[in-house]
C-alpha cells in the first residue's frame, strides 16, 4: 500500500509562483516514477510531469520551461515548483504512483491550484 498527501495548492495571480508537494509513505520501495497530474474543469486528465528514482523527468509540453519536478528521498517527497503560472494551468493537481510489480496506481485526494488573470 502506497498513499499520497498534495499540498500547496492555493489561488495566485498570473505569473506567479507556487510550489506543490507530494508526501509518500507506505510501501515507498515498490514505486519508481512519482508523477503529477491535473483536472481542469470539465477537461480530462493529463499528466504534467514525472520524476523516475534516478531523477529522470520528463514534463507536457506546455509546461516546459515554467515548471520544475523534484525529489527529497530523504523526506519521501515530490515536488512541482511552478513558475509563470498562467489561467489556464488553473486545475486540480494529483500526485500519482505505480507500484512496479502489481501496476496498482495510486492516486493523492488533489490540491487545487486557481490563477486568476
Known amino acids: 500500500q502506497v498513499q499520497l498527501v498534495e499540498s500547496g495548492g492555493g489561488l495566485v495571480q498570473a505569473g506567479g509562483s507556487l510550489r506543490l508537494s507530494c508526501v509518500v509513505s507506505?510501501?515507498?520501495?515498490?514505486?519508481?516514477?512519482i508523477t503529477w497530474y491535473r483536472q481542469a474543469p470539465g477537461k480530462q486528465r493529463e499528466l504534467v510531469a514525472g520524476?523516475?528514482?534516478?531523477?529522470?523527468?520528463n514534463y507536457v509540453d506546455s509546461v516546459k520551461g515554467r515548471f520544475t519536478i523534484s525529489r527529497d528521498n530523504a523526506k519521501n517527497t515530490v515536488y512541482l515548483q511552478m513558475n509563470s503560472l498562467k489561467p489556464e494551468d488553473t486545475a486540480v493537481y494529483y500526485c500519482?504512483?505505480?507500484?512496479?510489480?502489481?501496476?496498482?496506481?495510486?492516486w493523492g485526494k488533489g490540491t487545487l491550484v486557481t490563477v486568476s488573470s
Open positions: 520524476i523516475s528514482n534516478g531523477a529522470s523527468t
Open positions: 500519482n504512483a505505480v507500484e512496479v510489480l502489481s501496476g496498482i496506481n495510486y
Open positions: 507506505g510501501s515507498t520501495s515498490s514505486i519508481n516514477i
